[in-house]
């Protein structure tokens, strides 16, 4: 199995705080890799890396072989690396159909470009069928601010999908979710793996991340303790010292 993505000596200093302390990891072209620690461990700082929200202090990043550190963050995004956040980023005032268009926009070429309004069936039909596929089609007309917070975080994936990235980023996709919810967003996950996409997972449900992940990297700290299986990761005493000390 190919990577897809490669991570070597990555830093990030905040001041003097090593926000990420010389990360090396790779990300399987087709796996589900789950990356977990505790609270301030560095995971989301990592995904600012991956993604050019934050410019690393050393270390590089490769894509697809090509390497894209120091890139910015449109210029990764059109690569293909789709990425949602712990908040989600939707447009409130604006209903569940124009989210998902708004969601492929920045793929279409440059503001100029796009003032030039294009025939946009291919857009709605694509974006139609992903509403059904998440199961949210009953509310494409519904403005996104009156969607639930699980419904929302189901139209933040909807809105990565719109683009086909070639790797998936999920900030936490379950917090604050109800089970149900979350049961059904995991399942998405799972059936759009199946389809191959590649996923990058943030998540601190446990029981989630060893049920959906091939594989798990866990932080602490800013730096990688340990790497393997849910197996391997549930018995490995580096790991449950760092979340439970002792």
């Known amino acids: 199995m190919n990577n897809i993505l490669e991570i070597r000596g990555l830093r990030k200093k905040f001041y003097q705080l090593d926000a990420l302390a010389g990360v090396d990891l790779d990300v399987r072209e087709g796996e589900i890799l789950g990356l977990i ?4 461990s560095g995971k989301t700082t990592l ?4 993604t050019g929200i934050q410019r690393p202090t050393a270390g590089e990043v490769r894509f697809m ?12 995004y059109r690569l293909g690396i789709g990425r949602t956040f712990q908040l989600v980023q939707l447009f409130p005032e604006m209903t569940v159909l124009d989210n998902m268009l708004m969601g492929i926009q920045e793929s279409k070429g440059t503001l100029l470009t796009r003032l030039f309004r294009r025939d946009e069936t291919d857009d709605i039909n694509k974006a139609l069928g992903l509403l059904e596929f998440l199961n949210i089609i009953h509310l494409k007309d519904e403005l996104a601010k009156n969607l639930s917070y699980g419904q929302q975080k189901l139209l933040d994936i909807g ?8 790797l998936i980023m999920l900030d936490e996709p379950l917090a604050g979710v109800n089970p149900t919810l979350g049961k059904e967003i995991a399942a998405h996950i799972a059936e759009l793996n199946r389809q191959g996409c590649t996923f990058l997972i943030v998540e601190h449900n446990m029981r989630v991340v060893m049920n959906l992940c091939h594989r798990v990297a866990v932080l602490d700290h800013g730096k990688k303790i340990a790497e393997g299986t849910p197996e391997e990761i549930q018995n490995n005493e580096q790991v449950l010292t760092a979340y439970f000390g002792g």
């Open 37 to 40: 620690g505790p609270n301030g």
């Open 65 to 76: 072989g090509q390497r894209i550190t120091g890139m910015k963050p449109h210029t990764i």
């Open 159 to 166: 809105m990565v999908l719109m683009s086909d990235p070639k």
């Open 47 to 50: 995904l600012d890396c991956i």
